[in-house]
């Protein structure tokens, strides 16, 4: 079975600061790593995902992600924050090793970027 | 990127009757789509896998005759809320890999809204 877990419900960040989303995840294969976006009402956008390679992985709107086997976390940062990244952030995980699996998502975590 | 798009975004019903959410790959073909339902301020439950030509796999705890799933070609996948009640209420949101593609992403749709009264 798989799991994920985001520990903050809220993240609160000024802008033009680094902000950082925590993730940690449970799978018993290669871990397939993704991150979401979700604003209000709306479905979900990919930002980027981790599958194998460099463990630091750059995606949309300036996010990159950084995969740590050792403490099984995927944290997505971005250098730079913008009050339109508020939104809400989901971390997903599958395992790479059993086919056609479905993403398990974390509960999300809701960024709030302050001016 | 691929496009996932669903319909209709909103839908209001009065308790007792169906509804039914499209859900269609622009541009792709799926041979698998994904249900999700989402509660305010929670996460995406998965709620079904539906395949191209085959029947559905629930859930544990998803009720398949109150929630049909047909998913009739590489580029559509319907979901039907028999019977809708108030504790349906709900956003449902589908989601598919492309088939021809990387097998990795899974691409979502923008979601419905459903309110049962």
């Known amino acids: 079975a798989q799991s994920v877990a985001q520990p903050e419900d809220q993240v609160n960040v000024a802008e033009g600061n680094p902000l950082t989303v925590k993730c940690t995840y449970s799978v018993s294969g290669n871990p397939y790593l993704f991150w979401y976006v979700q604003y209000p009402n709306r479905g979900l956008q990919f930002l980027l995902k981790?599958?194998?390679?460099?463990?630091l992985v750059k995606g949309s709107y300036g996010f990159e992600a950084e995969f740590n086997k050792s403490q099984t976390s995927f944290h997505l940062k971005k250098p730079s924050a913008l009050v339109s990244d508020s939104a809400l952030y989901f971390c997903?995980?599958?395992?790479?090793?059993?086919?056609?699996?479905?993403?398990?998502f974390g509960k999300g975590t809701r960024l709030s970027v302050i001016a | 990127g691929a496009v996932v798009s669903q319909h209709p975004s909103r839908v209001i019903c009065k308790s007792g009757t169906s509804v039914k959410i499209e859900c269609r790959s622009l541009?792709?073909?799926?041979?698998?789509m994904f249900w999700y339902r989402q509660f305010p301020k929670q996460s995406l439950m998965l709620m079904a896998t539906?395949?191209?030509?085959?029947?559905?796999?629930?859930e544990q705890g998803v009720e398949k005759d109150k929630f049909l799933i047909n998913h009739a070609s590489l580029t559509l996948s319907t979901l039907t809320v028999t019977s809708a009640h108030p504790e349906d209420s709900s956003f449902y949101i589908c989601s598919a890999r492309d088939r021809g593609g990387s097998q990795e992403t899974q691409y979502f749709g923008p979601g419905t809204r459903l309110l049962v009264l």
């Open positions: 539906s395949n191209e030509g085959s029947k559905a796999t629930y």
């Open positions: 981790y599958i194998t390679g460099d463990n």
């Open positions: 997903a995980v599958r395992d790479g090793q059993s086919g056609n699996t479905p993403l398990v």
């Open positions: 541009d792709f073909q799926a041979t698998t």
